[in-house]
């Protein structure tokens, strides 16, 4: 046994967003004012976590993300998960009902019912929640530039099922902005979709006041190859656009920001990620507060929900993909998330099989049952790492909102390019050492072994299309076409008028049948498609 070599220089270590990490870490590495930048769990600035008992007095919500081929098919699924134990539903919706195209469209071809459920129409949206209590359940729709024809749909589906739509509970995504940049399912310019997104903010804060009417998504950002620090910053940088497009439409901010909820992934870098929604925490209320003059503390409060990184699992040697898992849902449990979707271990290779997806859920209940972790808030409080890495990354958060607000705000970096060209850089990085073994990936770049999955995958039917198709076709032959004619109509007056509102119009064309793709299509007529390639509208 040799001993080590005292003069050998340290080896230089930093986590995913670039910070250095020291060997060691000592009470001078962090300095806190317990008093100002941590409290108590459940007051500003909420470092700590946004309940005083937090896992204590209640779980975090297990939302597991479903949908595939067919409502009746995602129904199946949607029974079973709630059978074992899941306790939110959460809407995966395929690329053509995202974009607003109904599944017989020739621009839909290939795409039906493949990364979610395909619904054009308001029978569709029935057929998914066959069975379900819709005012006893909490839904959350993963959907953008479509978010106010599904979120009227469901409004019409409750109301003809004798649910009231100021008792209904959820959340439907509707974060445009981000689409521009990290994930590219828009329609509309960026103007118009902005407007669109505000308006819905304004119909829930004044009719559904449990409904949360914009989860704002740092995940697809995270996935796109941002930084932890990047993640949270740009989230922020478009959380300030939305809140100030809703003052500017005449809304006061206690009235609608505790309504207002976020969305993030949990990434592999443990310690980092639950520094990442703590620092989160603390950047979020010092906005509300000292920006825009909230005076509620709700209205301070960052709420969000989890999913746990897509990006990190590999086709290689899937299995491993459930330990990845499992350490991605402790880090945003120890972050202290209000929901949180596990994903499931063939999710590189397919849509989750029945098994896979148990098997996800059942790592969170394993976690907030056996792990002993949900019994203390903030159980990582006062680490000497954990505190300085959630300054370090508080503080590159702060610098980038300077960054962008010099800009001219988040619309501004989408337009200019700024968001996508950072984010770039960041994934080129990461590429880089990746491939040069600068970071480990097990069984991509070390411990390679050959070999098909262990399991089967899931697989879409490709006769899906053909029977959507006629279904749509006997669906369009049962309506009033003057009643809808009319209603559609209405829908594009609003849309041409400045600062008229859109979603009672949008319900109204709901209520006449109009289906997702013709709804999007009036839509297009006034405000036309956006081209990136061309630069602002």
């Not at 949360?212 to 989230?235: D, K, L, M, P, W």
């Amino acid at each position: 046994m040799t001993a080590k070599d005292e003069t050998a220089p340290a080896r230089e270590v930093a986590t995913t967003s670039g910070v250095k990490v020291k060997t060691v870490y000592k009470p001078e590495d962090a300095p806190v004012d317990y008093a100002r930048e941590l409290g108590e769990p459940g007051a500003p600035p909420f470092t700590r976590g946004i309940y005083a008992d937090m896992y204590r007095g209640r779980l975090w919500t297990m939302r597991q993300y479903a949908g595939y081929a067919t409502a009746a098919e995602t129904n199946k699924r949607y029974r079973y998960l709630l059978s074992q134990g899941q306790t939110g539903l959460s809407v995966a919706f395929d690329l053509p009902t995202q974009c607003g195209y109904d599944s017989d469209a020739a621009l839909a071809r290939g795409e039906v019912g493949r990364t979610g459920v395909a619904i054009s129409t308001l029978d569709d949206l029935a057929a998914l929640f066959d069975g379900i209590p819709l005012a006893d359940v909490s839904t959350s729709m993963t959907i953008n530039a479509t978010a106010s024809t599904l979120l009227a749909m469901y409004v019409v589906l409750a109301k003809r099922r004798g649910a009231e739509p100021s008792k209904l509970r959820g959340t439907v995504q509707n974060d445009i902005l981000k689409e521009f940049f990290a994930r590219g399912n828009y329609i509309y310019p960026p103007a118009p979709s902005l407007r669109l997104a505000t308006d819905l903010i304004r119909y829930c804060a004044a009719n559904m006041p449990s409904w949360n009417s914009i989860s704002i998504s740092g995940y697809h950002i995270r996935e796109a190859g941002a930084t932890a620090a990047q993640e949270v910053a740009f989230t922020f940088a478009d959380a300030v656009a939305y809140v100030e497009a809703a003052l500017a439409a005449g809304l006061d901010v206690d009235d609608f920001a505790p309504r207002l909820s976020f969305f993030f992934g949990a990434h592999n870098d443990l310690l980092e990620e639950v520094a990442k929604f703590r620092a989160a925490r603390r950047v979020w209320c010092r906005l509300m507060a000292d920006r825009f003059g909230a005076k509620n503390p709700r209205s301070m409060m960052l709420r969000f929900h989890t999913q746990t990184a897509g990006c990190t699992l590999t086709a290689q040697q899937p299995a491993n993909n459930v330990v990845r898992v499992a350490l991605q849902a402790l880090a945003a449990v120890l972050g202290g998330t209000q929901s949180l979707h596990t994903n499931s271990r063939d999710e590189a290779l397919a849509l989750p099989s029945e098994q896979s997806a148990l098997i996800a859920l059942r790592t969170q209940q394993i976690i907030a049952h056996e792990s002993g972790v949900a019994v203390t808030a903030d159980p990582l409080a006062g680490s000497y790492y954990v505190e300085a890495l959630t300054g370090e990354l508080e503080a590159r958060v702060e610098e980038y909102l300077k960054e962008i607000d010099a800009l001219g705000g988040a619309l501004k970096a989408v337009e200019s390019g700024y968001f996508a060209d950072e984010i770039a850089a960041s994934a080129y990085r990461y590429q880089k050492d990746v491939e040069e073994k600068k970071r480990v990936v097990v069984g991509v770049n070390e411990y390679v072994t050959e070999g098909a999955p262990p399991f089967e995958t899931l697989r879409v039917d490709p006769a899906l299309e053909r029977s959507r198709a006629e279904e749509l076709a006997a669906y369009r032959e049962r309506r009033d076409s003057v009643k809808l004619e009319e209603a559609l109509a209405a829908l594009r007056e609003a849309a041409a008028a400045d600062g008229a509102p859109l979603m009672e119009s949008t319900l109204a064309c709901v209520e006449a049948g109009a289906t997702v793709g013709e709804i999007s299509d009036a839509l297009r007529e006034v405000w036309g498609e956006y081209d990136k390639t061309k630069g602002p509208a």
